[in-house]
Each structure stands twice: as C-alpha cells, then as structure tokens.
C-alpha cells in the first residue's frame, strides 16, 4: 500500500479553525482563506504558522519526567493555534513587520513564562503591571478560541480584546475593573498533576469567563456563553486592504 502522508499540526489546525469559521462565513473554504483571531485579516495558508500558546521557553522548564512522557508532548503541554506572519499596516503605515504570531512572542511570551516558571518579581512601574496582566488576557482569549471556537472572536467581547492585544502597557477604554486582576499560584512541579495534559480551565458566568492557565487564573469578558446556538452563514464582506487589520465584530 501507498504511505499516506501524515498531516503536519499547522494543516491539521487549519482543517480545525477553517472548518469552525466557515460556518459563520462559508466563503473561506472555496477561498482558502482564514481569519487571523487577532488582527482580523482574512489571509492565505503561507501567511499563517503555529502558535504556541505557552511559549516554548516556558514548557522547556517543565518536569524532566513531564518533558518526556509520551502522553503529554510539548504540544499538549503549550496549546497550539494559528496566527498571522505577515506584516501589519495602520493607517497606510507599516505597523509590524512579523504579524501577530511575532506581536505575541516580542510583547507577552516572556513576561506569561516568568509566571510560569515562578520568576515573577514586583514591577516598578504601572507600564510593567499592565503588560503582565494584558498578556494574561492575551493568552486567555486565545485558549478559549481554541477551546470554543471563532464564536469568541466574532463577538463584542472578542473585539475588544483583539483591540488590547494591540495595546500592551494600556488597559483599552471600558474594560471593566474585575478585567484588570491576574492571580498567580505557584508553578506546578508534580509530574503526575493533570495540568500537563489540560493546561487550560473555563467557567463560565454571566458577561465572564475564569480561565485558568497553569498557575495563574483571570477573569475574561464574554458578551455571551460561547456555547449557546447562534445564526450562521454571516453576510462579510472580505475587506479591501489585506495588509490592515479589521476590528469589527458580527455578534452581540
């Protein structure tokens, strides 16, 4: 018999995330299109690479016993995604050179590993606080799109915080009190904790999410339960301008 290719992580989660998206926007499959959940943009495969939700440099520090069981490689043990590669505009201006995979690692992986890894000292200024509790929302929204799907990213909540990823030391405008707070725990050390394998939690209540990641829980803001059912096939216009990013949101 023939060897069948096996599909590498970033076709399989392209499969995944297109799939679930067109449902909302059936266009992108004849296409071959994906939304980037961050920027907005509505990009080909080459422009996408696999995100690592927990940076690499975290999980590298994980148990020696953790690193090498087979049942929790270090895909299981960060979360993957795709996110964008190709450079972003803002008002007819190059904004960033590496899209928003880059925009991650170069703002929040370092401070999110320092939590991970124990290693978080007293910031000295409010700049330093908010990064690191904008990072915590980062990465958040992240595992729950992952978890739930486009349906995160589509709504008002999922607006706003695309828009606060973009702002790393500021808090956006409106974002509640109750958003503003990261609580950290210890990291974890026991080679038989079930974190390893489900690094992420979600409970849900009205207008929030707690997630938890590892060893730091925050509040996330929600419109609406991800889970309930909503209208598909949405009327979206591909944009214009590839190169600049669209904050617009199709979801109450």
């Known amino acids: 018999m023939p060897d069948i290719d096996t599909p590498s992580l970033k076709e399989v989660l392209w499969q995944k995330m297109q799939g679930d998206l067109a449902q909302f926007v059936p266009d992108v499959v004849e296409r071959n299109r994906l939304m980037c959940c961050m920027c907005g943009r509505f990009l080909p495969p080459e ?12 999980i590298k520090c994980d148990p020696e016993e953790v690193r090498k069981n087979p049942d929790t490689p270090a895909n299981v043990r960060a979360g993957t995604i795709l996110l964008c590669t190709k450079p972003l505009h803002y008002r007819g201006a190059r904004f960033y050179n590496n899209g928003c995979n880059s925009w ?29 509790i904008i990072g915590g929302l980062s990465l958040a929204y992240l595992a729950m799109v992952a978890e739930f799907g486009y349906v995160v990213t589509l709504m008002e909540s999922g607006l706003a915080l695309r828009e606060q990823f973009f702002n790393p030391t500021r808090f956006r405008k409106g974002l509640g009190t109750r958003f503003k707070a990261i609580f950290m725990g210890d990291p974890h050390t026991d080679p038989n904790d079930p974190i390893w394998a489900n690094p992420f939690r979600f409970e849900i209540e009205a207008q929030a999410c707690l997630v938890t990641v590892r060893n730091f829980v ?24 590839a190169f600049r990013p669209t904050f617009e949101t199709w979801f109450t």
């Open 104 to 132: 991650k690692g170069k703002n929040f992986d370092g401070l999110m590993t320092r939590i991970f890894t124990g290693r978080v000292g007293q910031h000295q200024n409010k700049h330093g606080q908010n990064a690191l």
């Open 218 to 241: 925050i509040f996330l803001p929600i419109s609406r339960d991800p889970r309930d059912a909503i209208a598909r096939h949405l009327k979206i216009v591909p944009q214009r301008h």
């Open 47 to 58: 422009d996408f690479d696999v995100d690592h939700m927990i940076s690499q440099r975290a």
